[in-house]
């Protein structure tokens, strides 16, 4: 059984910085895809960002591309999210999801993932 635990989040101004970060347990972290999802309130879980274990390749929504950073440390089974220039619609919960089956074309579908954190709030005020 893997526990993912997110931790990382808090309140932040308009333009300001975060570094989410997910710790893995109790599974094969190394061949395991990463992602970071989100769901705002009143709204459906979105695709933040995903690494595929398999040929290293890291995927972005287009609304946090240039600004999101994903990253992993797999001797420490941790991933990242380091997020910059962060607006007021970044303020949801995020969450680290996991899975050892996905393909490029179901990274971006939460359905596809196996494990998930209990999720961290982001708060980002103007």
């Known amino acids: 059984q893997v526990q993912l635990i997110e931790s990382g989040g808090g309140l932040v101004q308009v333009g300001g910085s975060l570094r989410l970060s997910c710790v893995a347990s109790g599974g094969a972290f190394r061949r395991s895809s990463m992602a970071w999802f989100r769901q705002a309130p009143g709204q459906e879980r979105e695709f933040v960002s995903a690494h595929k274990w398999n040929d290293g390749s890291t995927h972005y929504a287009d609304s946090v591309k240039g600004r999101f950073t994903f990253s992993r440390d797999n001797a420490r089974n941790t991933v990242y999210l380091q997020m910059n220039s962060l607006k007021p619609e970044d303020t949801a919960i995020y969450y680290c999801?996991?899975?050892?089956?996905?393909?490029?074309?179901?990274?971006?579908?939460?359905?596809?993932?196996?494990?998930w954190g209990q999720g961290t709030q982001v708060t980002v005020s103007s």
């Open positions: 999801a996991s899975g050892s089956r996905l393909i490029t074309s179901t990274l971006r579908n939460g359905a596809a993932y196996d494990y």
